[in-house]
């Protein structure tokens, strides 16, 4: 699996994670929750301290599905859209919703954190 459209957000822990869009939860682990959207890619977020989703649940947009942990030493959310492309989960580009008509993508290597101008 290439992980070339993930991000990771530094964040500390116990900040509260909500889902970037609306789905399915398709997998809910002590450190990872995955959100199957109706476009058929699914949203993983990994490096949980606790989740509070259970496979199957409908969840909309903006909804809490847990809280962030320290997995691999660094407080942070790993947060990546994959789709399955000839048998295999492929990354897929992230675009946020920010108000304009094409979205704002993160760049890689760029710090965003409270109070830091994108």
Known sequence: MSYSH?????MPVGTVVV???GGVVSCATGAMVAVRHADGTRGIYRHLSSNSVPVGANIVARQSIGT????G???HL???VVRGV??????WPIRFND???GGYV??????YGEGEPR
């Open 73 to 75: 030493g660094i407080p």
């Open 86 to 91: 000839r048998g295999a989960l492929q990354s």
């Open 6 to 10: 993930a991000f990771d957000f530094a």
């Open 19 to 21: 889902a970037v869009r």
């Open 78 to 80: 790993h947060f990546e």
């Open 68 to 71: 962030s942990g320290s997995e």
């Open 106 to 111: 993160p760049v890689a290597g760029r710090y």
């Open 99 to 101: 108000g304009s008509a």
